[in-house]
């Protein structure tokens, strides 16, 4: 199967999500009340109210307040039980103006809205992200890379294969191809991060538009060992051209995620599309 994507930088929704849309706060309770409540009681509340009302691995349950507020408990209380079934991958909490606490299943979510780099990516969603170089330097672009990066026979590119681990456990086999006369020195740089950061940061180049194809494949000889898979192990492969900010193709992604660790989330416009992301950009602006 494959899907093909336009991605724009960045067309998601700004609005929150529901939030506890479907429940009926409790009765009010004093300190003595909420103290007496154990952290099992408390645990088991939460995952029920997930299953009635229907909850997704992704979407959000609401805030510390907003949940501490719903089962009459104070915050500190609610935390302990957060912890035990963030561990258990029932629930994952997230910091920062998207955060809150998140319905989980233990996969992690990759985003076909925004251009994103991973590491962003995994911050948003609590995760400790570890990146390893599998390989680095400068080969003669091969024919699909000229093609797509607008080059001239013999230019020479970029490349750059990393290995991600989130929580120390392999995740993605990530390959990015830049045009070397663009991103001299790129090099010498730190690659462990964000490439886009430092694209950014060093040569103001800005990601605007990705073109994306999704396939469900399986793991080869060579993804599996530096994965820690076994061959044949279900994957999801990414092909990636990405323009910057002139329009100008600038980076070729190849990546290769685990399938059984890994959730796709994407946003779909109607007729209307070219109005619901102007109205976006209007609200983000201030407009």
Not at 146 to 174: A, F, H, K, Y
Request: hydrophobic share 35%; aromatic share 6%.
């Amino acid at each position: 199967m494959t899907i093909s994507l336009l991605q724009l930088n960045p067309p998601l929704s700004t609005q929150p999500p529901p939030v506890l849309a479907c429940a009926e706060k409790g009765p009010a309770m004093g300190n003595d009340a909420a103290n007496s409540r154990s952290a099992d009681w408390l645990r088991r509340s939460i995952l029920q109210f997930i299953n009635d009302n229907q909850f997704r691995p992704g979407e959000k349950l609401g805030t510390e307040r907003q949940l501490a507020d719903q089962f009459g408990v104070t915050r500190g209380q609610l935390r302990k039980s957060l912890e035990e079934l963030e561990s258990g991958h029932f629930l994952r909490r997230a910091t920062g103006s998207a955060g809150g606490i998140f319905v989980d299943d233990g996969r992690l979510q990759r985003q076909l809205n925004t251009i994103q780099g991973v590491p962003s990516l995994l911050r948003q969603q609590g995760k400790l992200l570890r990146t390893q170089i599998v390989r680095s330097g400068i080969t003669v672009a091969s024919p699909y890379e000229r093609r797509n990066l607008g080059l001239q026979p013999d230019m020479p590119v970029i490349t750059i294969e990393r290995l991600r681990l989130v929580d120390d456990l392999p995740w993605s086999l990530e390959t990015s191809t830049l045009p070397a006369h663009r991103f001299t020195k790129m090099l010498t740089q730190d690659l462990t991060g964000s490439v886009y950061s430092l694209l950014e940061s060093l040569y103001h180049v800005e990601p605007s538009i990705a073109r994306e194809t999704l396939d469900v494949t399986s793991a080869e000889a060579r993804q599996a060992d530096l994965l820690g898979v076994s061959v044949g192990h279900p994957m999801i492969e990414i092909w990636r051209t990405c323009f910057d900010q002139d329009g100008q193709p600038f980076e070729i992604g190849h990546d290769f995620f685990l399938g059984d660790r890994t959730r796709v989330h994407t946003e779909r416009y109607g007729a209307n599309w070219k109005r619901a992301l102007s109205g976006e950009a209007g609200r983000r602006d201030g407009h």
